[in-house]
């Protein structure tokens, strides 16, 4: 299965072409391709965006962070933004056939080859941080280039998770990570008064009690304050409420926005939101639009199917002639699309004047059903390789010892069992939320949850199923009793 990941390296160079020419140069990898490059001589950064097959974009990343490494001096460097490494931040964003986990373990094998190579310490942030305090870029950031060189040997906080406790010389320190997709937001005020900017900045980011998913600093940037922010979670908060609430911000100073930026990319469907929120367009979704339309079309016409295109192969692969994929994975299929499905009843209710009211329990369910589809995802080729483990455990047995066999098939039967167990609760919790949208969404996608509901009761019954057949097999009679308690907390709940 091809895999797809984004990488989006901030150099701390927005002056020089030449330098951030040769740093995308060596990042120039089989199987990676270059989707955008931002250069920003106010606050002296680079933004490149790739996008590529999972290895070889560890690959290059690697290699940016060491031509960066021979071409930026930190000590020399002058920029708004604040930085701590030549090669600021290397975030992992899953995009295809990848789980955030997937980009957990990236961002950490590419971590340890930063120090291996070029003895630059890594900090983990985001999704692959080791402790909570350095989830936040900010955490880690503070002080900069200067104050993580005067402290880093002597504070315990400071300690990198790769290397020694020591900043390169002028390349600094880098941090690396996973996390969902990330706009870069900018909104620039009438007036240089950067103080403005930074209360503004106060008052939208999350971590002074503003909006969920911003991040916010103020700077001076072309003579004009700017506004800078990081919108961790566009679904959630998406970019017309930030914008507005900056510009209500605003107001109380006696000033207002004159224009925003976009840094790096931005999904399309943040622009649909955005169009739909400020046009008021009653019967909107993303079919009115003319491109979205004609590339529907015009994709059916080329896979003879349209959706089903997409579908297809995985049920021809269910009516094989083989083991796998069987029930288990079908019944986690099941579950994705009963989440799916219940994830976008709510999605167009959001935001809708007449469900504004539920604002928080339509984001709340939209947060949880996120997490849940994509575990039932990975759920579908989970299943597939339990079975295939324990054949596999079967096989083995007959060429080892009678008790390392009996441990392997063990073993094997566990993981058969714990796979869809996992769906079925998840499954469940897809049940619940989605009868829990009926009341708050609406009336006329009623049809959809009722759908959602009937995919979810077929994943619970599939995966159980499956549990129950495996229990049978298994000889440890204590990890049987606690799957058991499990099920039957199910059947009450």
Known sequence: MSTLVECVPNFSEGCDKAKVDAIVAAMKVEGVYLLDREMDADHNRSVITLVGEREAIQEAAIRGVGKAAELIDLNMHKGAHPRMGATDVVPFIPIDGVTIEDCVAMARHVGEEIWKRYQIPVYLYEAAATVPERQNLENIRRGQFEGIRAEIATSAARKPDFGEARVHPTAG??????????????????????????????????SNGGMRF????????RGLAQVSMNLTDFEQTPVHRVFEMVKREAARYGVMPVASEIVGLIPKKALEQAAEWFLQVENFDSSLILENRLTAVMSGKAAVGGLRAGVEPFVEQLAAPTATPGGGSAAAAAGAMAAGLAAMVASMSRGKKAYLQYEAQLSA????????????????????????????AYKTAKTVSAQEGETLIEAGLKQATSVPLGVAEKAQEVAGIAQSLFAVT?????????????????????ALANVEINLASLKDQAFAGEVRKRVEIMAVS
Do not use: C, H
């Open 173 to 206: 320190a880098t941090v690396v990570g996973a996390r969902k997709f990330l706009i870069a937001y900018n909104v620039f005020l009438n007036t240089p008064d950067v103080e403005i900017a930074k209360k503004i900045a106060k008052a939208v980011r999350f």
């Open 214 to 221: 911003v991040k916010g600093a103020g700077f001076l940037v």
């Open 365 to 392: 369910a939209i947060a949880r059903l996120g997490p849940l589809r994509e575990e039932l995802k990975a759920a579908i080729d989970a299943d597939a390789q339990s079975y295939n483990s324990v054949m596999k």
């Open 442 to 462: 609406n009336p006329n996608m009623k049809s959809d949850l009722t759908t959602a509901q009937a995919l979810a009761r077929a994943a619970i019954t599939g």
